[in-house]
């Protein structure tokens, strides 16, 4: 069974950036599509970057010129990351795997997920 494992996340103050990593288990890396989600306390789940097998990448606007999505597939790997971190960007980040053309906009399209690992971002 796949399993996706996330870690990397922390306490860090506005500015500060951090590394989040997704390891993938159970089966060859080779999802169509992997991204990664945040949701914070009271908000809806929220898309914030997605990058496929062939290594096209697709960010929120919320994360544009701040964020980098990237895939080891050697390592079952997938990364974000992050700089210039805002406490708006404060919530649990998630990985998430699609065979299909999910888009961000849909988290549930994704069928995969990991179990979050938290940021905290201080002003």
């Known amino acids: 069974q796949e399993q996706l494992v996330e870690s990397g996340g922390g306490s860090v103050q506005s500015g500060g950036s951090l590394r989040l990593s997704c390891v993938v288990s159970g089966y060859t890396y080779s999802r169509y599509r992997m991204a990664w989600f945040r949701q914070a306390p009271g908000k809806e789940r929220e898309g914030v970057a997605h990058?496929?097998?062939?290594?096209?990448?697709n960010y929120a606007d919320s994360v544009k010129d701040r964020f980098t999505i990237s895939q080891d597939k050697g390592k079952n790997t997938l990364y974000l990351h992050m700089a210039s971190l805002k406490p708006e960007d404060t919530a649990m980040y998630y990985c998430a795997a699609s065979r299909t053309w999910c888009s961000l906009m849909v988290p549930d399209c994704f069928t995969n997920w990991g179990q979050g690992t938290q940021v905290s971002v201080s002003s």
């Open positions: 990058i496929d097998n062939d290594g096209f990448r």
